[in-house]
């Protein structure tokens, strides 16, 4: 607009030569600079004092194409002047919205990115925390397999403990809840085993191994592994086995049980392993054609071997027919009450299984209450041979036999009993022992040996358990 006013101003500043009006410059009397207009005379045909107007006609021109670069510049730089402010203000929101985008976008991927740092730094403090707590574990399990089980076997309590939650099952199958494995730990804290001896016991009891192809004495039984524990009083006391020497469709896998209180016990529970038994929900129940009586039960050749109640016979059950196939009485036997072990439970017969076959371990009026023992046919009952020890069967807890000797527990309910007797067959002699043996649940009620898996099976006051054992060189 001032370069307008400028050029309007230089046009009538012509206007001396014709215009009607035209602008003058001069000094006024302080010596300033002033612009006048001027109407031409209607009497005076020129103007002779117009001096100066070509100098301001020349310094108006150039000021006008000063202001007319300047404003080029503005225009081009989208400055503050009317034209380059309208064009900057049409520009700007277009091109400041794409540009405030952009900086909140990577501000919010700066952020993510932090978080993300921060997380992985959590991950790999956890992971480091859980590789020192998987690397513990492997230390504790090792510790507790070379403390726990030196004779070898592969027993389902060696590698595979019980779930800590039983899974659901049929109701009317009894459970078992297995016993936590924090308390096994705290247990196996109590003992410290020396390298030396762990080695000599491992050697020696491996099953398979040279040393213990063949038999030997018993010298050393360890800290019983725990399986499950009944819930009813029925459990209480019984009898859980395996076969060693299973007919199909059994394997050695396969486990049976016995909850043996009650006047008319005829359960007998099927498992297909020891997990499942562990879980308390069987795979099928055997109803018995007659009760038995007590703890004494064996399974062997795939047969049932157990006292019918309130007899002195002996009957096999055969499993895969469901069917008792032999009964034969032990002539002048016990039973009833009259010859048990000393925690009762009507154990006045008691069967038995080793390497070299079946036995029946009970007493008679004639041998005074001393420990009788025989062998007997598996598929006839037929008795074989007997031997009448000096050992009184009232004076023990229980008994089991290993490589043809017979073996009895001190007591069923102290914590620390012994194995305290031994009678060896071969030479029809006994000898005094005193291997450690615990009870930790103080209520032994049955006590068997399993030839296949070199283990002693137990019924200790609702519990199921193992117990490893070594043997001495033969």
Request: aromatic share 8%.
């Amino acid at each position: 607009m001032l370069g307008a006013w400028l050029l309007l101003w230089g046009g009538l500043a012509l206007g001396c030569r014709g215009e009607t009006a035209f602008l003058r410059r001069a000094d006024d009397s302080t010596g300033r600079c002033t612009y006048s207009f001027t109407v031409a005379s209607p009497v005076e045909a020129t103007c002779s004092d117009a001096g100066g107007v070509p100098e301001m006609r020349a310094e108006l021109a150039a000021l006008a194409a000063r202001l007319s670069r300047l404003e080029s510049r503005e225009r081009g730089a989208g400055g503050s002047g009317p034209r380059g402010g309208e064009a900057g203000g049409a520009r700007d929101p277009q091109q400041a919205a794409p540009a405030t985008r952009l900086e909140a976008a990577y501000s919010e991927l700066l952020r993510a990115k932090t978080r993300l740092e921060e997380e992985k730094g959590q991950l790999e403090r956890e992971k480091e925390e859980l590789g020192r707590r998987l690397e513990s574990s492997a230390q504790e399990i090792t510790r507790l397999r070379a403390t726990h089980c030196p004779p070898g076997g592969e027993g389902p309590g060696r590698d595979a403990l019980p779930p800590a939650h039983p899974v659901p099952g049929p109701a009317a199958a009894p459970r078992w809840d297995p016993q936590p494995l924090a308390y096994q730990e705290l247990q196996s804290e109590r003992t410290e085993v020396p390298a030396s001896r762990l080695l000599e016991e491992t050697t020696l009891s491996r099953p398979g191994s040279e040393d213990s192809a063949g038999c030997g004495e018993l010298v050393w039984v360890g800290e019983p592994l725990v399986f499950g524990r009944a819930e009813s009083i029925t459990g209480k006391y019984g009898v859980w086995m395996k076969d060693p020497e299973p007919v199909p469709p059994f394997t050695r896998e396969t486990t049976w049980r016995v909850d043996a209180v009650g006047t008319e016990v005829r359960q007998l529970f099927q498992y297909e392993a020891a997990e499942q038994l562990a879980q308390g929900y069987p795979a099928k129940v055997h109803i018995l054609p007659r009760p038995l009586e007590s703890t004494g039960a064996v399974v062997y050749r795939g047969g049932l071997f157990f006292q019918p109640r309130r007899s002195r016979a002996v009957a096999r059950y055969d499993l895969r027919g469901e069917a008792v196939t032999a009964e034969r009485e032990i002539p002048g036997a016990g039973y009833h009450g009259q010859y048990p072990y000393s925690w009762g439970g009507y154990t006045d017969i008691d069967l038995a299984v080793d390497e070299t076959g079946l036995w029946v371990i009970y007493s008679t009026e004639k041998a005074r209450g001393a420990i009788v023992l025989s062998k007997l046919d598996p598929e006839t009952l037929e008795i074989r041979r007997t031997w009448e020890t000096n050992i009184r069967k009232r004076g023990v807890a229980n008994s089991f036999v290993i490589c043809g000797t017979l073996y009895t527990v001190s007591s069923y309910s102290a914590p620390n009993a012994t194995i305290n007797f031994a009678y060896d067959t071969a030479t029809g002699t006994s000898r005094a022992l005193s291997i450690p043996f615990e009870n930790r649940f103080r209520y032994l009620s049955m006590v068997d040996y399993n030839p296949a898996e070199r283990q002693l099976f137990a019924w200790d006051s609702f519990n199921m358990v193992t117990y490893p054992i070594r043997l001495s060189r033969p």
